[in-house]
């Protein structure tokens, strides 16, 4: 059986992996002052992040339509595929699954789509695991996917809670972390839920934190260091992560400009991780 997979560009897969997996991505939309923008296309990560700041009204996202799934389903089964994975962001968050769902109903049992509870680098990860699987199989792949879901773990150490709260993609005990004075809260996103689950004053505690939780669980068989727009921050906390251990972590940890959809959400100047840890 040939295997298809589809998943949304809230993945953040580095194009190069999207390339050799032969990945199809559906692009989400961003829409900023006045203007909409293709995800990943019309404006590049860098820019989005100089000009976040300064914007008098936040962006907006939208998922992408039926349409679009549809093409990329049509293309793949057209290009000899039996059956399509179609992997996507949290169902709790974001509406795109529902509308992959939605989809999936003109092609009866040729797409089986699967909610990730994550985003970034955490739906990534299980899209890699199951390409990865995808010669032994569907079931195989399925597998794969929840391997890496249970041993998966998404962090991160916002500079503010500001976006998050304006996005009302939090709980308000979580939100009003961001009231407090001076405080840098430290969220997970776990099944679907953002939670907070501990609040620093620094960037140097937060990266503290962060660097004992990677380190002092066992080794990690996938890592993916994150950021919005902070690069030089995300390169620091990679070398102190380094030089702390060099045998737990894996060989190739991907270094990821988060996308403009999610970025919105959640503001310049962060710092985060995706990890699944060794089975």
């Known amino acids: 059986m040939k295997l298809g997979f589809v998943t949304d560009s809230t993945c953040d897969i580095p194009q190069f992996l999207i390339e050799q997996h032969e990945l199809e991505v559906v692009p989400c939309i961003l829409a900023m002052d006045g203007k909409e923008y293709v995800d990943g296309k019309d404006i590049t990560r860098e820019e989005f992040y100089k000009r976040l700041p300064s914007l008098q009204t936040q962006p907006t996202t939208a998922a992408p339509s039926i349409g679009d799934f549809s093409a990329r389903y049509d293309s793949l089964l057209t290009r000899g595929c039996d059956h399509i994975l179609s992997i996507h962001a949290a169902g709790a968050l ?6 992959a769902r939605q989809t999936a109903g003109d092609f009866p049992e040729r797409v089986t789509c699967v909610d990730s509870t994550s985003l970034s680098l955490g ?7 199951a390409a990865e699987a995808a010669e032994l199989g569907r079931q195989a792949a399925l597998d794969a996917i929840k391997s890496a879901h249970q041993h998966l773990h998404v962090f991160a150490a916002l500079d503010t809670m500001e976006y998050l709260k304006r996005s009302g993609r939090v709980p308000a005990t979580v939100a009003m972390l961001g009231s407090l004075l001076s405080i840098k809260p430290l969220i997970e996103l776990a099944n679907g839920e953002v939670k907070a689950i501990s609040a ?11 660097s004992k939780f990677l380190l002092g669980g066992g080794s990690l068989e996938r890592l993916a260091i994150l950021h919005t727009g902070a690069e030089g921050r995300a390169r620091e906390f990679l070398n102190q ?3 702390k ?12 400009n988060v996308t403009t959809v999610i970025g919105t959400h959640v503001g310049p100047n962060g710092l985060g991780f995706a990890a699944v840890r060794s089975g």
């Open 241 to 243: 992560l380094m030089q």
């Open 245 to 256: 251990s060099s045998q737990s972590v894996p060989r190739d940890i991907l270094m990821v």
């Open 94 to 99: 974001t509406s795109i699954l529902n509308i």
């Open 123 to 129: 739906l990534g990860f299980q899209v890699l695991a």
């Open 200 to 210: 620093v004053r620094t960037t140097g505690q937060a990266n503290q934190r962060m």
